[in-house]
């Protein structure tokens, strides 16, 4: 009996699952980079557990690694993939294909306790116990060539995530206590980013429905690297022309049209031929070459370049026998070079992989690191693994970008304090040549805040919002591009919609804001008074060609004074904040103190009036306008 000995951060997993599961129910995900021994801590837990658990993945190489590391311990194990030629579901742990289980529901009719879901980043499901998006491109069934073959991908992905559902969904009508735990070395998804709302260290990483809820554990590469327990990647430059891909446009799954695609590399054979070119030239004391095509037809291009006794080629549209021969002359080194389409990006285990070509434009950050993760793992007489990429892919290998994308050239992340929770959040923002923060992008604090009278574990993300839609029905704060208040739960107005109306109608007038003056016009009776700050106050808001619209708050009276910081006072503490780095916040009152704040206090995109006799009365102020309309001095 082999029993490996676990590292010490596979036992740190181990331990914040059964930590984790001892308090809830609620999902959760595992991060743990390719290479660094997932099946070792999936064999812990299922050694671990005193009821049935399941295990679940997307290929039968996993479904056998899996098993093998867990039948390590001397205990047996159920196998039930139609790949494998098995069905067994009698023992307490049972690793499983999803094709398989999902095609034979009424097989697993018994009590679970836990599903564990390896490469968990393929599922897709909005919630455990919500029904999954089953949208499918059906445009893409009418494709021909290269997009039969990618529409096929896609199409048995989506029906991958259907059969995740269908799984849970069983398991939970047996037992409705049934947990749920992920495992993946990439945990985003094209279209969605993370896929799991919180995590351990306190932050949130999505507001929205995703398949986990809380990520236990997280293992960074460098980690890994730093301490040898993986090879470390040689990240260069192509040296020659490469790929440009940037006239391609992204369809519907963020990823680019193949057919597009064909059309641009049909146009760059010379390109193509000098590429293989330099992989031979560079890869001539490497042991094993792994080059990862576009499509199809580009990798029959590539293989035709290549020494035909040393290379071999693998769509999905090898038969699987072939493909199994072919991987296993590669992984006894009769094959050098093993050019493959969107197959072999997980679940493929081949150490002596210590080059990688990359000539394939991908959107997903998870597939570029899973494509790089195969030439991580530590073999015999092996130093590093060069990676090339020969397409312009800009991805951080270590700090993925993930979520918003940036929104400008000039932005760059940068930390933000939140005035409430004291959390420093990460954002996108814009600093001056001394390096101080001029603006940032974030919408809501990222932090994790206990729930008032419950335990460390309750936990919420804080409500504090840098920007914000002010509902007109009872003032709660919404993300500005909610359309139902989270408060009241009513409609919120639209800012087109209010804007078109308001130019509609004759008694109405809106003005673009490019700037705003405060004014003291308290009356000289009041003098004595305006002495303590109770003086009134005129706002004038221009637009960019002299119209003006104005309103007054007297501070002599408790409710405009509310009026004036319920308009005002958070924006100020934000812009302040922003600019000083202060996390406190501001409430304005008196006269004297807002004046002096004139030259900060935050100016609305857009001010709404309507016609009362003799005067303009102001209904709306718009900040924060994202629309169609162009703001004051912007150029459209």
Partial sequence: MAVFQLRDYQQEAVAAVLKHFRTTNESAVIVLPTGSGKSLVIAEL???????????????????????????????????????KLKETQ??????????????????????????????????????????????????????????????????????????????????????EVKLLGLTATPYRLGMGWIYQKHYRGFMRSEQDRPFKHCIYELPLRYLIKRQYLTEPNLVDATIEHYDFSSLR??????????????????????????????????????????FAATVDHAKEVFSYLPAKLSALITGATDS????????????????????????????????????AILRPTQSVSLYQQIIGRGLRLSDNKKDCLVIDYTGNDFDLYHPEVGEKKPNDKSQPVQVVCPSCEFPNIFWGICDDDGYLVEHYGRRCQGLVAEPRESQSKERQCDYRFVFKECPHCSGENDIAARTCLHC???????????????????????????????????????????????????????EEGT???????????????????????????????????????????????LKLANVLPCPDFVIARKQKYYWRIRNRIFDYQGRYRKANELR
């Fill in 489 to 543: 739960f009513e409609v919120l107005v639209d800012p087109d919609d209010m804007l078109k109306k308001a130019l509609q109608l004759k008694d109405s007038k809106v003005i673009r804001c490019a700037g705003m003056s405060l004014e003291d016009i308290t009356d000289k009776g009041t003098e004595k008074s305006a002495d303590k700050g109770a003086g009134k106050l005129k706002i004038t808001y221009h637009d």
């Fill in 321 to 356: 026998t072939e493909r199994d021969n072919l991987i296993k002359a590669f992984k006894r080194k009769e094959i050098k070079y093993l050019v493959n389409v969107s197959v072999l990006t997980t679940g493929f285990d081949a150490p002596h992989v210590d080059m990688i």
């Fill in 46 to 84: 299922a050694r671990l557990a005193k009821r049935k658990i399941l295990v679940l993945t997307h290929v039968k190489e996993l479904v056998e690694q899996n098993h093998q590391k867990y039948e390590t311990y001397g205990v047996t194990a159920g196998i039930y993939s139609a790949g494998l």
């Fill in 250 to 291: 992204e369809n519907a799954s963020g990823e680019y049209n193949p057919t597009d695609v064909n059309h641009l590399l049909t146009k760059n054979h010379r390109v193509t031929q000098g590429i293989i070119e330099q992989v031979i030239e560079l890869g001539d004391k490497r042991q094993g070459i792994m080059i």
């Fill in 548 to 594: 003006e619209l104005n309103e007054s708050f007297d501070f002599s009276k408790p409710n405009q004074v509310k009026a004036f910081n319920d308009i005002f006072s958070k924006r100020l503490s934000i812009k302040i904040g922003v600019q000083l780095g202060s996390t406190e916040s501001l409430e304005v009152d008196n006269l004297q103190q807002a």
């Fill in 91 to 176: 023992h307490q742990v049972t690793f499983a294909s999803i094709q398989s289980a999902a095609r034979n529901l009424n097989d697993f009719s018994e009590p679970y306790s836990l599903i564990i879901i390896d490469e968990c980043h393929r599922v897709n499901l909005a919630n455990p116990t919500e029904a999954i998006d089953k949208s499918i491109d059906k445009s893409k069934a009418k494709l021909k060539g290269e997009a039969k073959e990618q529409s096929k991908e896609q199409s048995q992905e989506t029906a991958s995530t259907n059969q995740y559902q269908q799984i849970i969904e069983k398991l939970m009508q047996v037992n409705p």
